[in-house]
């Protein structure tokens, strides 16, 4: 099949291109696929196509790509076939539609078609009334999907050899989702719409419907990171001593405060170092990091967050047509941003709950060279699983400098003080690979002290890397980048390691008491070596979801990861380690959850 060549036309297929349909569905998902067994006729119809419409982009008479819809009328779902109705966390009603068999053959793929169909289904959907969509998306192919404003809901399905995630999103999302692709809607519009009984979308088609409802500021749009304790405290912080009695257990803040040192000169200090402007690029807070990490200088470049490093530089490296790998699952600002702000796509790399979801990094650095970036994040997010770094500055010895590999090390220290014999150096093969980064080409990690030297409210990090690299990012970091009060705090944490030594030590047996806890109450936990734990329900209980929402009720907050992955399911929390006081809380309240049998586990 040739590229497109006429203009491009939207129509609902009639007889002649559904018998295309048929023999382009043998082609890719028998022949190319291995999805289904290929049949003498090479034509794969089902039992649903009598009630499907067909959306078709034409090029002349010669289907270039089609979508399916089905419509409630229905009564069910092609998902139906691979899970039962009861694990779907929609039911089948009055509005949802499914939309299947996205597909794009050979010649035309690589542009955006499969954008575009999209676009016209949601079209065709909202006309139609609908509220909701749900769908199976091919795993090679989430980042469109996610691009779109599908998201996975958990729930895998595997049908020959081809691996799908289970996907919603409410019209409304998908239509906000549109709204950041200009590019879509403008092919979208520039097509001949021939769609019977459907008005053409005009330029304006993804505006939302007027609404008269007041949004939180800001909830729309970003990653979800946690920190719906907030809400139990008031962001408008009229009364402070609303903290206690609240356990954050759903963002990953130390459980202890930051060194004495700290707050020694903080407090002394504070009127002055509020009204002060501070040094403009952090250069004594520079020679701190320099000195502890054992890198030069010209190496490191200050954020205020790791948060703020990321977007910095990923904006900086990166194009809507870039290319990254991301293990699966991880910190779920990584995939946010690559996909949802820059629009790159991203590939995932699975990890597995029978292998803990350990990481292979000859394997996974081997895989990176055909990107342009990959982002790890070691010990991981939310699993808590640490790659073995002399290991991995092995593997990355042999990267290609045009691959950029960003290495998360946030709670590293957690993982190394957990091992570490006292008064000895930490052990090679947990040593931090900053030093690596700063003498190569390509290699860059990133380091919040926000959890592990208690620092989350000031936001401070570093990232270090090859200093001509560095150099060129810190012309795009804005002056005063980090605070004065910031700077001040960071430079004390760092001037006392041993104090956060003997904390990150009491880490680790805190972790312990909550793991054997958490195992008692019948989760199955990951062991993991920071200061969190990622945690599977029985599959007989509650879903994360009704945990989180339950506990938060007795004002413990603890995270539902199920967005954090396409293969954690349904039923993994992740839990921040917490002091005695805390633990026994979570414990008690999870307990209470699962024991509660008044109030039966809320569907989703
Ligand atoms: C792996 C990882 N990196 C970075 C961050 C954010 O750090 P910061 O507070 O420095 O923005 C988090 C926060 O949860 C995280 O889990």
Not at 361 to 384: E, H, I, K, M, W
Request: glycine share 8%.
């Amino acid at each position: 099949m040739g590229p497109v060549t006429a203009p491009l036309r939207l129509a609902l297929a009639g007889p002649a291109e559904r018998e295309q349909i048929y023999r382009l569905r043998h082609a890719i998902y028998a022949v190319e696929l291995g999805q289904h067994r290929p049949t003498p006729e090479g034509r794969l119809t089902d039992a649903l196509d009598p009630t499907n419409d067909y959306l078709v982009a034409l090029n002349g008479s010669t289907v270039v790509g089609f979508v399916s819809i089905t419509p409630p009328s229905a009564g069910r779902w092609s998902l139906e076939k691979y899970l039962d109705r009861d694990r779907l966390p929609i039911r089948p009603g009055e509005s949802v539609f499914e939309i299947r068999l996205l597909t794009v053959p050979g010649g035309a793929r690589g542009g955006r078609m499969a954008a575009v169909l999209m676009a016209a289904a949601l079209h065709r959907v909202r006309v139609a009334g609908g509220d909701r969509v749900i769908g199976m998306g091919r795993r090679e192919v989430l980042g469109m999907y996610r691009r779109a404003g599908l998201r996975p809901v958990g729930l895998p399905v595997t049908s020959g050899a081809v691996h799908y995630e289970v996907m919603t999103a409410s019209v409304a999302e998908l239509v906000a989702a549109a709204a950041g692709h200009p590019g879509v809607t403008a092919a979208l519009t520039a097509a001949v719409w021939d769609v019977a009984g459907v008005p053409a979308p005009t330029a304006d088609w993804c505006s939302p419907e007027p609404s008269t409802a007041t949004e939180p500021v800001g909830t729309d749009d970003g990653c979800f990171h946690g920190g719906a304790f907030f809400a139990a405290i008031g962001e408008d912080f009229a009364d402070l001593d609303r903290r206690h009695g609240v356990v954050n257990a759903d963002v990953l803040d130390a459980w202890f405060p930051p060194a004495p040192g700290v707050l020694d000169a903080v407090s002394a200090h504070l009127p002055w170092l509020l009204h002060t402007s501070p040094p403009t690029g952090a250069s004594g807070l520079v020679a701190a990091v320099a000195r502890a990490w054992s890198v030069p200088p010209a190496a490191v470049l200050p954020g205020a967050g790791s948060s703020a490093l990321i977007y910095l530089a990923f904006g900086r490296w990166l194009t809507a047509a870039s290319r990254v790998l991301l293990p699966d699952p991880s910190y779920g600002e990584y995939a946010h941003v690559l996909e949802r702000v820059i629009g790159c796509q991203v590939d995932r790399y699975p990890l597995h709950r029978n292998d803990c979801y350990d990481l292979d990094a000859a394997d996974f650095v081997r895989r990176a060279a055909r990107y342009d970036l990959a982002v790890l994040v070691n010990p991981n997010s939310p699993t808590g699983r640490l790659v073995d770094t002399a290991e991995l500055r092995t593997a990355l010895a042999e990267l290609p400098a045009s691959t950029r590999i960003w290495i998360d090390e946030t709670y590293l220290r957690y993982a190394q003080a957990a091992d570490a014999t006292p008064g000895l150096p930490v052990a090679h093969h947990l040593g931090s690979v900053a030093p690596f980064a700063a003498a190569s080409s390509s290699v860059f990690v990133v380091t919040s002290l926000s959890k592990a030297y208690a620092l989350s409210g000031a936001r401070v990090a570093h990232l270090v890397g090859p200093p001509e690299a560095i150099a060129e990012l810190r012309r795009w970091s804005p002056p005063w980048a980090v605070g004065l009060p910031t700077q001040v705090a960071a430079v004390r944490a760092l001037e006392d390691p041993d104090y956060y030594q003997r904390r990150w030590q009491r880490t680790a047996v805190l972790r312990h008491r909550l793991a054997d806890g958490l195992t008692a109450l019948g989760l199955d936990v990951v062991p993991g070596v920071a200061n969190f734990l990622l945690a599977h329900l029985p599959s007989s209980g509650p879903t994360a979801a009704d945990l989180v929402s339950r506990a938060a009720a007795h004002r413990v907050f603890l995270r539902d990861v199920t967005s954090m992955g396409t293969v954690l399911g349904e039923r993994a929390v992740r839990v921040a380690v917490k002091d005695e006081d805390g633990l026994a809380r979570i414990l008690s309240v999870v307990q209470t959850v699962f024991t509660d049998r008044e109030t039966p586990a809320r569907r989703r």
